[in-house]
């Protein structure tokens, strides 16, 4: 077995340790004219040697939906090293299983080694002022080289640390036309999960376990007011008075939990 240790130890450790887990997902797409394309579309982990969990909205959305003939490539980078798995049987409903109303996805990766490192899944409970990890690729950047080959070195792990400030159940309102994310348990967080963490993993800050799966964030407006603008500015041509709004802003996350069913069916250990 691969699975990662579950024991207490420091923060750096955890999150050292989640890095053989956890991977960037870049889609590669070939067009009709012959033209390639490789995207960074998010982040996920392996929870098993051969399964991988990702986001629904990462693979699969209506502005930029999975195609029949589409590849990815799971890539994680450790700076001076890492890996690239490629993934290029991708049938939605055999090898990529799609979840919409739960915003997950799993992907079978038949090329992953028997020693992949896996995390350590836990359904209990998230109380309020758990101290909670985040871990992915976000902002990640591609690009190659003189002889056309892909380098990783804008892909960059990145972690945070903070706690639970309330989970409730709810419904997620999506990008318009995607499936509304419905009755599902989540928690919420006050730092900014950022483009390209979608699908990392929310976890136990001392040991790993790992209770959720970043969605995105929610930002209310609770200040609107109008100001002057610097006289200079104005000078330059910009409006003579402005807008400034301020946002409460927390991130969502959602706790596996909702894809126990799921995860177990596509031969997750439990």
Do not use: W
């Amino acid at each position: 077995m691969s699975k990662i240790t579950s024991k207490k130890r420091p923060f750096p450790q955890v999150v050292s340790d989640l890095r053989e887990c956890v991977f960037s997902v870049i889609r590669l797409r070939t067009l009709a004219d012959g033209q390639h394309f490789a995207t960074p579309l998010g982040s996920g982990f392996f929870v098993s040697p051969n399964v991988f969990f990702t986001c629904y909205h990462v693979l699969n959305t209506v502005q930029a939906p999975h195609q029949p003939a589409d590849q990815y490539l799971l890539v994680n980078n450790f700076g001076q090293s890492g890996g690239a798995i490629l993934v290029d049987d991708t049938p939605i409903g055999s090898n990529i299983r799609l979840y919409p109303e739960k915003d997950s996805a799993l992907v079978q990766v038949p090329r992953a080694s028997a020693q992949q490192k896996f995390i350590v899944l836990d359904f209990g409970d998230t109380p309020v002022g758990m101290d909670i990890g985040v871990a992915g690729y976000p902002l990640a950047r591609l690009r190659a080289d003189a002889n056309n080959v892909l380098q990783f070195d804008g892909l960059i792990y990145r972690v945070a640390r903070g706690v639970v400030t309330t989970g409730f159940r709810q419904n997620i309102q999506t990008q318009s036309g995607d499936p509304l994310i419905r009755e599902v348990d989540t928690i919420e967080v006050n730092f900014l999960f950022v483009p390209g963490n979608s699908g990392g993993p929310i976890f136990d800050a001392e040991s790993g376990r790992v209770y959720a799966f970043v969605h995105g964030y929610r930002a209310e407006k609770i200040a609107e007011n109008y100001f002057d603008s610097i006289p200079h500015n104005v000078s330059q041509g910009a409006p003579a008075k402005h807008v400034e709004t301020l946002h409460a802003i927390y991130s969502v996350g959602i706790r596996l939990n909702n894809i126990r069913a799921e995860l177990q069916a596509n031969g997750v250990a439990l």
